[in-house]
């Protein structure tokens, strides 16, 4: 579903992501994790088709972004840690715009579900602008729900969220994989990670640290105890590069 081959992305002299090689597939969740300036948001604007790669190959849905960038467009979605939405609308017509944009047919029951979902029915008439920030980030991911993306980016997706909120989207992202979606999440609360993610790709200063199967990543980061938490293959992954700099 989401292919990536070689991928380098570098800004004049500063390279931002080097040599990324992985596959996210129909119904798999993918973490990726590292520490800030690793490239996670370079990786999801890319993908998104926002920017460009330098070099190499990305597809979604079997379609190039660079020879089919509408075609993949149609079939992904993105929700960046802070969502550019359309203030002068109300929630009702920011959904409705972005259902005419994408042609999604039945829009107005699948809007009255995304709303029912995220706690946002009470607000169908309330401008943007008088949202709190939860409810902006609630509006933005029932807006990329919308014409049912085959892939999904989300970038530190529970920023605002309040409980109730958080356990909506997780058990939105754990819906629409089980439905055949393929979702990248970036964060760094490592523990919403190794809750629903089935794998975990580790960037540090652009490289790719480590690629695979979330408990895969346990064993092969373990000491004397056979096991470690995210949080400890975190680490590891991350100083044995600062170490050999």
């Known amino acids: 579903m989401i292919r990536v081959k070689d991928f380098h992305k570098a800004y004049d002299e500063t390279i931002a992501v080097k040599g990324l090689n992985f596959e996210v597939a129909p119904g798999s969740i993918l973490g990726l994790i590292g520490p800030n300036g690793a490239g996670k948001t370079t990786t999801l604007r890319t993908l998104s088709g926002i920017i460009p790669p330098s070099r190499g190959q990305l597809s979604i849905a079997g379609h190039d972004l660079a020879s089919e960038p509408l075609a993949a467009k149609r079939r992904l979605a993105y929700i960046p840690d802070d969502p550019q939405l359309f203030h002068d609308l109300t929630v009702f017509q920011h959904l409705a715009f972005s259902a005419a944009a994408y042609q999604v047919p039945d829009s107005a029951e699948k809007i009255e579900r995304l709303l029912e979902s995220f706690q946002l029915t009470q607000k169908l008439n309330t401008p943007v602008s008088d949202l709190s920030r939860g409810m902006k980030q609630k509006l933005a991911v029932c807006a990329a729900y919308l014409h049912e993306p085959l892939a999904i980016f989300f970038d530190e997706p529970l920023t605002g969220l309040d409980p109730h909120g958080i356990r909506a989207l997780k058990e939105s992202i754990l819906q629409r994989a089980a439905a055949g979606s393929a979702v990248i999440i970036?964060?760094?609360?490592?523990?919403?990670?190794?809750?629903?993610?089935?794998?975990?790709?580790?960037?540090?200063?652009?490289?790719?640290?480590?690629?695979?199967?979330?408990?895969?990543?346990?064993?092969?980061?373990?000491?004397?105890?056979?096991?470690?938490?995210?949080?400890?293959?975190?680490?590891?992954?991350?100083?044995?590069?600062?170490?050999?700099?």
């Open 186 to 245: 970036s964060s760094h609360l490592l523990a919403m990670v190794e809750d629903i993610c089935t794998h975990v790709l580790i960037l540090s200063r652009g490289e790719q640290r480590y690629f695979g199967p979330i408990d895969a990543v346990r064993t092969e980061y373990a000491q004397d105890s056979g096991t470690a938490s995210l949080e400890e293959v975190f680490f590891r992954a991350t100083e044995l590069v600062a170490a050999a700099m």
